[in-house]
Each structure stands twice: as C-alpha cells, then as structure tokens.
C-alpha cells in the first residue's frame, strides 16, 4: 500500500473523527465533558486513537502519515504525540482543534483563512504559556512553560485548555495591551481579537462555556483608509500592457479585463473552470468565500479577451498536457495561483509606470468605485461584488472630488439658481 494512500486514509480518519466527535459530546448525556476540560481532552484523544486501531483492523493496514499525529495501534498516544513539533501541538489541544475543524469542514472555511485562525490561536496560547501566572494554580497547568509543552504530556495540554476555558476578561485585555507593546497595528490586533470571538462564541454555542469573555470587549476603532482605486485612464493603459500576439499574453489580457470587469476576488479568478464562462448569457459562475455560489456579469471587452486566449490555448500543441478543467493556466499547463497573478500584475504596473503597491484587489476597488459614481445602486454592487453585508460594500462608497463637486452643482438649489 502506498504511501499517498496512507496518508489519504489517515486524513479521512481526521475529519470522520472531528465530525462524529462533535456529535458523540452533543448526544452523549453521560458523557458530557463541559466543565472538565481535562478529561474532554482525554476522550478525544482516545476516541481518536480507537478510532484509527478500529479502521487498522478492518482494512488489515498500517495507518500512517504526516497529518494522522500517530501511527494508529503502536505506542502511547502521549508519546506518539510527542514528536509532533511544538505548534502543532499547540493546534492539538482539544478546544482548538474542534474550532479548526468546525471552520474546515462544518463552515468551509478556505485553507488560508483557517490557517489565519491558527496563526491567531498560536500566538494566544503562545503569550499564556509566556505568562506563568495565568497558568499557575490549574490543574496540569501549573508552571507549565513553552519547553514543557514540547515534551507534551496529555496533562499538560488539558491544563491549557482549562485556561482557555477559564479564561477572563482582564486576560484577554492583557493580551491586547501586550499586541499594542509590540507595536501591532490597530488593524491587526482588531483581526486577533475577531478571531478570539470567534472561538469563545463557538465554545459557547457547543456548551463549553455558559458566556463569553470576549462579549464585553470593544473591537479596537481603527483608522478610517479610503481604499486605493485607478482612474479610468489608467486602467485603459493598464490593460494595453500585454501582448495579445502570444497566448500568455493573451491570458494576461483575459486576467485583467475580468479582474476590472466583474469585480472578481483574485481566488474566484483563479478558480474559474471552462464551464463556468457562459459566452451566450455574458455570466460568470463564481465560487466565493465559503465556498458561496453567485453569477456575475462580465462585459462584452473581457470575454472577447477570453475567447481570443482560448483560441491561442486550443492550437497549442501542448494542449494535451493542459489541465482541461481550469481556465486560466501557467506556462507548464497547470491551473493558475494567486501569487502568479500578482506577478503579472506586477510586470504590467512597471511597464505602464503605474503605482507598485497596486494589487489585484484594487482592481476589484476601481470596479466598485466607478460603478458608483456612475450612478450603480449599492445594494447592486453589493450583490456583484458577493458581500454578505451591506456595511462591507460600503467601504467602496468613497467618491472622486470631482464627481462630488458635480453632483453638489447639480443638485444643490442655491448652485443651481446662481449658474442661471
């Protein structure tokens, strides 16, 4: 048996595990762990482990591979995974994991927004462990330090979830004075707490905890930016940079047409197939956060760059080794990334000698921008753009001083009257 194949196996054990777990605590009266963080952080290995030795034995194979934690039937659970590094242990203390997993498998969360959550989760855990005197007096917790977390010991990881379940007010203040001591920016240490909500909502929801302590806490008021957008003339000169001659600059032309176009989020438009261009009805099936459907329109300009790029891509003579699902692809025929889009992005700034810091997604700004000033309803753009909330799109509701200075000259009665 292969070793993909274990690893495969021991991943699909993982995510069973997480998912029948969660419902082993929530229907299991007599077994409800709510306030004994400790014996909930030893079920759960338990299971876990029992789970994988039942799984060994009905397919007759080894489970094994980097994302199981331990080879399933050999050794004590403590010590198998004890040679997992420090981090992931850290992301193995119960309470978190079950959060992670309920953002991966239950919220569809993206991977790179999980691994935000975790980051975050890290280095909360991280200043506990820094801080001996929050630690001290918990059970399996006491004088617990960074290094004896790596030795790990299932004692040691359930007294730090008791503190996670413990946990005050003034602890999550002191964590937040202790990110403004190192200089964090308002913006970060607002996404840090919003992840701290988060969680400690989650354990309130499960039955961990009777409330939050982040309920009480005011998100920290951040410094009101107006996002960066392109004039109109530049996004003209911006698109006149790749050669449509070839077909990578063709696929160029295609990516920043439809960036500008639809407004897209640069992971929709990197995880657009073929069959999601609909040529007749001038609409983009789109996958957003969360794995959320919607169609966008996307204007006549961007699918004729389309349509000339998949004309350079069907005579390619490579086009065998093409990925036949995806629709924009690198030179060695794979599906796009983000990072490459950035790196286009970036050699058309230069060669137009537009601003450097311009990303992708202030392409997606200049979209909703001049959608507005030309008269677009918010709520419209809200729902091209895919925002949940109205409050989002309403960060893009900053307009040009001329275009104010336009619409006052027009409207206003005083204005109006002196012009005659």
């Not at 420090?86 to 309470?95: E, F, W, Y």
């Amino acid at each position: 048996m292969t070793t993909e194949f274990r690893a495969f196996i021991g991943r699909s054990c993982h995510r069973v595990e997480a998912i029948a777990y969660n419902l082993f605590i929530r229907l299991t009266p007599d077994r409800q762990v709510t306030k004994d963080a400790g014996r909930k952080a030893t079920v759960s290995l338990d299971f876990r482990r029992e789970s994988l030795v039942m799984l060994e034995n009905k397919l007759d194979i080894n489970v094994e591979g980097p994302e199981t934690g331990f080879q399933a039937g050999t050794g004590d659970t403590a010590t198998a995974v004890s040679s997992l590094p420090v981090q992931d242990k850290i992301l193995g203390i119960s309470p978190i994991r079950e959060f992670l997993d309920y953002l991966q498998y239950e919220r569809h969360f993206s991977a790179h927004t999980v691994k935000c959550y975790s980051a975050d989760l890290r280095q909360f855990v991280d200043y506990l462990l820094d801080s001996t005197d929050l630690l001290n007096g918990h059970a399996g917790a006491e004088g617990v330090s960074y290094a004896q977390l790596s030795e790990y010991s299932e004692t040691t990881s359930a007294g730090v979830a008791t503190v996670l379940l413990e946990m005050g007010v003034n602890t999550i203040r002191s964590f937040l004075a202790y990110l403004s001591e190192k200089n964090y920016s308002k913006t970060s240490s607002a996404r840090k707490l919003a992840t701290l909500r988060s969680f400690y909502k989650f354990l309130t929801r499960r039955g961990y905890l009777e409330s939050s302590p982040v309920t009480v806490i005011r998100t920290p008021r951040q410094e009101k930016r107006l996002p960066r957008f392109l004039e109109p003339e530049q996004i003209q000169k911006l698109l006149s940079c790749p050669d449509t001659n070839t077909l990578l600059g063709a696929r160029d032309r295609a990516i920043l047409e439809t960036l500008y176009s639809s407004g897209l989020r640069v992971s929709e438009l990197v995880g657009l197939n073929l069959t999601d261009v609909d040529f007749l009805g001038e609409v983009l099936h789109l996958r957003g956060k969360g794995k959320k459907e919607r169609i966008a329109p996307i204007g006549p300009s961007a699918l004729q760059a389309i349509q000339r790029y998949l004309t350079y891509r069907d005579v390619d003579p490579r086009k065998q080794n093409f990925d036949q699902t995806a629709l924009l692809i690198n030179k060695h025929g794979q599906r796009l990334s983000t990072r490459s889009v950035r790196r286009k992005l970036d050699k058309y700034l230069r060669q137009a000698g537009l601003d450097p810091r311009i990303s992708p997604h202030t392409l997606r700004h200049s979209f909703a921008t001049h959608m507005l000033n030309n008269g677009a309803d918010l709520r419209v753009v809200q729902e091209l753009l895919g925002h949940r909330s109205l409050s989002t799109t309403q960060v893009y509701t900053h307009l040009t001083t001329s275009h104010i200075k336009d619409v006052y000259e027009n409207a206003h009665p005083r204005d109006k009257s002196w012009n005659k």
